[in-house]
T-cell receptor
Framework: AQKITQTQPGMFVQEKEAVTLDCTYDTSDPSYGLFWYKQPSSGEMIFLIYQGSYDQQNATEGRYSLNFQKARKSANLVISASQLGDSAMYFCAMSRSNDYKLSFGAGTTVTVRA | DTAVSQTPKYLVTQMGNDKSIKCEQNLGHDTMYWYKQDSKKFLKIMFSYNNKELIINETVPNRFSPKSPDKAHLNLHINSLELGDSAVYFC?????????????FGPGTRLLVL
């Protein structure tokens, strides 16, 4: 069974600083996708960034980047230049080639301080 | 225009009642999903439909019955509601069924069973 682990239940970060959210995964499937979603207090799930298991380069989307270390099975999200609007819960998720559902980690709550 | 929409946004009902949640996507996607987010914010897949055909059916009580009248709609009917059904239910869609395909979520339906 696949498993996603987010070990940081909550984090505080100063505005304009960078923050790294940890995510490790466990799968024996060679083909999989890794995703990060943001859930603000309003409740919606917002897609942030995607990394494919065969991608050679780390994914980047604006202030979001994914630090993909395949051998360690980690897919950490880096948010640069944090803004107050980044305060939210962040979920790491994975889908596999023969199992199209998203399996989610427990989430990390980020609070950005002014 | 909202890409994935759900109605209602809030649903408060008594134990034992039957209720439905509707989902519509205007992205032209082939695949739609239902996820449940419990009180601890844990997200789990319930069902998935691809081109109106059920492809994922996780261990969900048979009081839950999804229906996909067409590719753009996926409804969830719940019979004999129980207290434990209180949760946020998210609909999502993706273009095709594939591991790396991004799933886009609706705003969620907050169900409270009294």
């Amino acid at each position: 069974a696949q498993k996603i682990t987010q070990t940081q239940p909550g984090m505080f970060v100063q505005e304009k600083e960078a923050v790294t959210l940890d995510c490790t995964y466990d799968t024996s499937d060679p083909s999989y996708g890794l995703f990060w979603y943001k859930q603000p207090s309003s409740g919606e799930m917002i897609f942030l960034i995607y990394q494919g298991s065969y991608d050679q380069q780390n994914a980047t989307e604006g202030r979001y980047s994914l630090n993909f270390q395949k051998a360690r099975k980690s897919a950490n999200l880096v948010i640069s230049a944090s803004q107050l609007g980044d305060s939210a819960m962040y979920f790491c998720a994975m889908s596999r080639s023969n199992d199209y559902k998203l399996s989610f980690g427990a989430g990390t709550t980020v609070t950005v301080r002014a | 225009d909202t890409a994935v929409s759900q109605t209602p946004k809030y649903l408060v009902t008594q134990m034992g009642n039957d209720k439905s949640i509707k989902c519509e996507q205007n992205l032209g996607h082939d695949t739609m999903y239902w996820y449940k987010q419990d009180s601890k914010k844990f997200l789990k897949i319930m069902f998935s439909y691809n081109n109106k055909e059920l492809i994922i059916n996780e261990t969900v009580p048979n009081r839950f019955s999804p229906k996909s009248p067409d590719k753009a709609h996926l409804n969830l009917h719940i019979n004999s509601l129980e207290l434990g059904d209180s949760a946020v239910y998210f609909c999502a869609s993706s273009q095709i069924v594939r591991a790396g395909e991004t799933q886009y979520f609706g705003p969620g339906t907050r169900l409270l069973v009294l």
